[in-house]
């Protein structure tokens, strides 16, 4: 069983596997932001050219700083990146949850935070510091609607939290996507993992032209490359999480492999646009919107999902 | 080395030193970015923080005040790191050289590693100087 | 209470150029802000030593790139001033479409700027790209992007050609409809308005208070434009209004460049009109400047313009001040960005258009290169001669 | 051309030397008189303060000032001379314009000229400037 | 004469404390340590052969069960390792009154634990808040006399209310003559009610619950930080919880409703103290409302009625004792060196105390529920719980449910941004001068920080093999409370090993690279100068200032939510009324007199 785990984690679904998968999606990503803006875009590669470039270069650390930390920051959300997915996809592609159940599924996905914080603040860097303060009220804003809609597929399921169950509960009977509670909650997690991956509009706290980057301003080399690879990775995990939480997971009969490539592909085509269509906003707008709208539309999906609509 | 340089031919991501110019390089530097020319095609992206940066782009002459946050600055960057003198103020002072403000060659200040003359130069005079950096790096 | 303080440059990624403040802040919130400036300071008394007054032209326009045709022109209105030169009509007509052309490749990029620093790349990237044919525009009129060295004392230095006016009139209606897209996104986009509403207020008496000049004083209801109160060139000659708005946040401040850009339009094209019937000489050959002091203005894409030149009759200034817009205008974010947020306050201090450059040039002119006249020689052999003899007798 | 009419007639004690030109007007203030003709060009007739400059001749230093009355397009520019080249001093009109701060600051940086009465007299431009220019456009001379 | 154990463990720590009185201070700590760590050897012995129970005046007045021994067990364990802490670097001033109390403060916790007479456990009870008072009083701020008695009044108002509702509990049922063996009284009658909640105010003023919380904040705060970590943070937590799992399980027989009541209390003690906690500027009262927000946990889990939640919430008082020890100890270990507990003061100790460093961490992923460590097993444990007790109610009681549910959830978050916001205030960013010179602590508060940090990390993740199966589960099983077979998917030690495989290889990437610079910080070309500092303190000023938080922040602020302070300006009030009535004139008087004449004769 243990090798089978360690196949998981290393190869497919885990660490190769989303690690290339997000380096391409990265450079979807770019090349549509730029078709947006009129412009042709980088090339294929590119980003694997910035990884590998980043990794030859000279890695930065402050005297001051708690080194340490700053060093293990970017490796642990890394590996908890790597982990998660590996949960995320094992219960996608093979039906067969090891390790956590959807709970600790959203525990561990709050460990990206937490490494970004204090790796950013372990230098004592002012910026860094606000950029921390900002990524944490960030994840609280958009943590209480992620927890709402989270709740909606464990309700529709007869509260299951089992993430394989979820899934086969859905290829029984149906996706949660075509229920009221479940688009709604769909649409509620397009923006909660649009500001949990930090991407514009909710790009708050890595504002380059307010706080420089802020907390991964003092970051450079090897570190940096682990920190930008970790940000291509989320674009895989969670859109994969929406999935399987709403539309119906991966059937692997028939097309059921061209459907799960076109419906990731919608849900990050739907992230470009948002980001390439809004400004930064504020921190406390972000607040204002996911606490007193996002999250009581996210509670009226738990309320009508209990009801059975 | 070699493989290195490759993909650091790649990936150049320069970080913008204004060090008192006119403000025109500046704008023509930016003006890169931007749909006309777009540098991003060739990989090259302009970050805000010096940490992440591969090419200094040093604009202007470097006066008094701004000459030692420059050389500050280029030590902070991490290595290798590429300085490239954007216009005719780094290369020659310009008409600003006998001010007494201006200490002398930015060269003295940190070393520089190419020029791209003009006052201020074409954005394609840009993209060739960056050109011809990557082709000094590859080989 | 608040013991945090932040500094913000001198190399920030919000501002292309070299810029220090220092921001108390208060968790997020701004308390005070502290101002440091000299990074720009190029000083060009020394250089100028040798400068005749046709040379100091082309050394204004490297005070700052972006108004780089604001400078010139409005130090040849001050040498103009001196002798009341008269310049040709078709030289004036010239002069206001690059200087409303200038007015337009500012303003797209100051509205492509601000979208950068709000985090919104498309707008800048659209922005920019709209620009592009405006530098088309410069280029084909004096063959340069940038530094255009089109003004000369009594007229311009080239004329436009002829063939080129349908060229122009092309691109110039391509950039019209895409202003007008602009113009209506600025005022229809929720979007940007949530996030700029609001942002940044300068009051009116704040306005007042601080002499704030061009589009930062008209988005707080002040009616001051140089180019309807002092109109030189072809001003008088053209029709256009003010845009004048009354809140003083950063949005005003946008809709009012958006709409100056559309007026600039159509100033260029009156001028474009005009050019291709006017025919005449562009250049009244000046000989000599008499003894005596200017003023020249000019509205420059960020506010007025100042200089003042004063000449002994030689072929130098004995004095020459600029004073551009952003000197004026950068104060004034001790009024408008206490008690905001930094990600307000940042945008604030972009709102105003502040150009670095402009504000720290203090050009002065001074003549010591110029021959000392006799009574001066004098009275340097004089003072001499008495510090001589103070030594001798030892004190 | 109204404005200057009263102007003169309220002032005619106290300016002297007037230069009328096109729309400029160039007159003679004494120190003392400066922060009362501020105050009337500022808040009574509701100019505002372009700019000031300083400029040394062999008389002096020369402060002049330039207010713009921007609804006729006319300049005030009252010329204050201070004959004391060595501890050149003149009273700051920031008190009542606030937008001279930072004008008398750069004059203070380059001329050395010591406004009194200025809230925050700090060296503006060359304010840690590690080459130590001091007052870079007094004229210099070697003894 | 046969040793009885269960007297033993009472009678060593008083004796103990009563002998320090007299013996000099290298001495008493000796005998302190000797003395609890016979209490641990006597626990010991306790688990291992059947305990007999003590009687005195012909009644059974000490017994033990297996709940009860889990909680000495702890009881012992955490009274032992904060001793250690002790050991040096207590104020010289008050190191004699406090090895005095802290023996008889292990000796009263005991008494309650192990009383299953009421008479006793009130007594017991009532010292032990006692202990509280007189170790409160150690603390040297400003505050301390004003809040050591708002201590006292709201402990000692708590004991008025356990003693009557022991007296309508024996009034009810006389049968089982003042004993507290498990008597199951249905809840059927007003006075039956009135008991329960009067005795589940008393647990929750002790445990520190809403609305009974205030005092937890403001002791913490005031009292030494040993103290602090020693009563509210651990053994006032056991005793409450203690209480309230004996009343929902053993006093008691209760119907979900109740449960659902209790729950809806958790579930806001959690939301509200961690609201307070995050805008909070003193490490110590940070903390402090932390030990409330956490008791939210403990009441949600012992009061739902699920097995699986119960568990879970005795599970989660032991891991909150570690965790909540381990953030006071070393956060009075940086008191200590730096002088001050403000947050605004602190910052950037990381580097110069990186063992406290590293337990506070530790302890604060915890507290926060990071897998794997042990905050988090507790807290799925319950949420599992919860979410098998959500299946067979009714759809409004569901929506209750997972609100609370939610709130929990959403608890455990903002405890994390409470607590990187601390982190980040004492040990990340910027240092401040003063504190350049600053040492790693001493040998012995480093030794008790490790213990208690390698606590929580072997409890996350051999969490089913020793603290389940050792302590809780025996006592679940003594209840006749069925644990399922199948509790959730969670595999900590898995998630351990292919997490530990993960971050081997990322980190290797950065081995193989060695190209390592040192230099300063990057502040955009300008000098790092230290003046350029974020306190973190801010961090929550766009929260306190949200509409409508902002006006509860303000009410909170003028302690509008605390009852004790309600109740004290009710009364002031009250006597102020009565005191204008009297000014002392002599005609006013006799109209008072003339009128109460007229009335008693009209009554009449």
Known sequence: ??????????????????????????????????????????????????????????TMLVKEGVITIFIIAPFIAFAMIVLVSSIIGTSLFYNNSFGGDLIVVMYLLMINSVMIILGGSSTGNVYS???????????????????????????????????????SSQLQNGSYIGSLSGFIAFVVGLLCIQAKMALPPFHIPEAETEIVEGPFMEYSGTLLAFWKLNGFMLYVTFP????????????????????????YLLIVLLIIVIKNTNPRIRIDTALNFFWKYASVIALLAVVLAVFGY | MGW???????????????????????????????????????????????????????SGVANNKVAPKVKYLYDQAPKPCFVVGVGTCPASGCCFKKSYNVPGKVEDTIPINLYIPGCPPKPEAMIEGVVKLVEVLNG | MSKNIIPVGPFHPLLEEAEYFTLKVDGEKV?????????????????????????????????CGICSTSHPLACVHAIEDID??????????????????????????????????????????WAWKYREPVLQMFEIISGNRNHYGMMRVGGVAKDVDPSSIPKLYNILDDIAVKMDMIANAANDDPVLRSRLVGVGVLSYEEAVRFCAVGPTSRASG????????????????????????????????????????????????????????INGPILNDVKEISPGEGIGRYEAPRGEVFHYIRSDGTNRPVRHKVRAPSYVNIPTFEASCIGIPIADALITLAAVDPCYCCTER?????????????????????????????????? | MDNVENFVSLHNTKISKLIKKKKRFYFNVKNDDVIEIADYLFNKIGCRLSTATAQETYNGIEVLYHFSHDESGEYFCPRVIITDKKNPEMNSITPIVKGAEWIEREMYDLWGIKFIGHPRLELLLTKDNPAGINQPLRFRRES | MEINFLVMLIIIPLVVSIINFILPRNLQKLFTLAGIGYSIYIVYILYTQKAESASFFGSIILSVDKLGLLTLSFIQLLSFIILIFSLKGLDKEIEREYFILYPLTVAFCNGVILSINSISFMIFWGLSGLTLYLLGLLGKTSDTPKTIKKTFILIGGSDAFLIMGFVLLAYLNPTINWSLNNSQLPLNSLSAYISFFFLLIAAFTKAGGFPFHTWVPDFSKDAPVESAAFLPASLDKFLGIFLLAKIVTGYFNIDFSINLIIISLGALTVITAVMMAMNQHNGKKLLGYHAVSQVGYMIMGVGSGNVLAFAGGLFHMINHTIYKSCLFLSFGSVEKKTGTSELDDLGGLGKKMPVTFTCSLIAAFSISGIPPFNGFFSKWMIYQGLFNQVKEISSLEKILLLICIILALFGSALTLASFMKFIHAVYLGKRISTFDKITEAPFNQLFSNSILAFLCISFGLLSLQIPLSIFIYPALTEMNLIIPDFIGLYNPTLILFLFGIAFIVGISFFLFSPKIRYDNVYLGGSLPEEKFRIAGTEFYNEIRNMKPLKSIYDWADKKYFDLYEVGTKGTFKLSDLFQKAHPGQLQLYLLYVVAGLLIFLLLI
């Open chain 3, 362 to 395: 203090s050009i002065k002119v001074v003549d010591s290169a110029r021959q000392p006249t006799k009574i001066d020689l004098l009275k340097i052999s004089r003072e001499k001669t008495d510090y001589l003899r103070r030594q001798i007798n030892g004190n």
């Open chain 3, 31 to 63: 308390t005070g802000i502290d101002l440091d400036i000299g990074w720009m300071h190029r000083g060009h008394e020394f250089i100028s030593e040798t400068k005749t007054f046709t040379q100091s032209i082309y050394l204004v326009e490297r005070i």
């Open chain 3, 84 to 125: 009341n030169i008269d310049i040709p009509l078709r030289a004036r007509y010239i002069r206001t479409l690059i200087g409303e052309l200038e007015r337009i490749h500012s303003h797209l990029l100051w509205i492509g700027l601000a979208g950068h620093f709000i985090g919104y790349d498309t707008l800048w990237m």
């Open chain 1, 240 to 263: 994969f999480l929406l999935i399987l939480l709403f539309w119906g997971g991966f059937n692997p009969e028939g097309p059921g492999i061209i459907w799960f490539i076109l419906k």
């Open chain 3, 222 to 277: 002040i009616t001051a434009d140089v180019r309807k109160d002092d109109p030189g060139d072809a001003y008088d000659l053209v029709e256009f209004n003010t845009i004048v708005m009354k809140n003083g946040d950063v949005y005003d401040k946008l809709v009012v460049r958006v709409l100056e850009t559309l007026e600039s339009i159509k100033i260029v094209r009156q001028c474009l009109d005009k050019l291709k019937n």
């Open chain 1, 1 to 58: 069983m243990k090798i089978d785990y360690i196949f998981y984690l290393l190869i497919f679904p885990g660490l190769l596997f989303i690690s290339i998968l997000g380096l391409l999606i990265g450079w979807v990503d770019r090349k549509v932001s730029a078709r947006f803006q009129f412009r042709v875009g980088p090339p294929l590669f590119q980003n694997f050219n910035d990884f590998f470039k980043l990794l030859g270069k000279e």
């Open chain 2, 4 to 58: 290195y340089n490759k993909r650091l031919s790649k990936s150049i991501w320069v970080f913008h030193v204004s060090a008192s110019p006119c403000n025109n390089c500046d704008i023509e530097i930016l003006d890169l970015l931007t749909p006309k020319y777009d540098v991003e095609r060739f990989g090259i992206k302009l970050v805000g923080s010096v940490r992440h940066a591969d090419v200094l782009l040093v």
């Open chain 1, 129 to 167: 510091s606000l950029g921390a303060g900002r990524e944490i009220k960030l994840l609280l804003a958009d943590e209480l609607a992620f927890i709402l809609i989270c709740l909606v597929p464990i309700i529709k399921s007869g509260f299951q939290l089992q993430l394989d169950g979820i899934v």
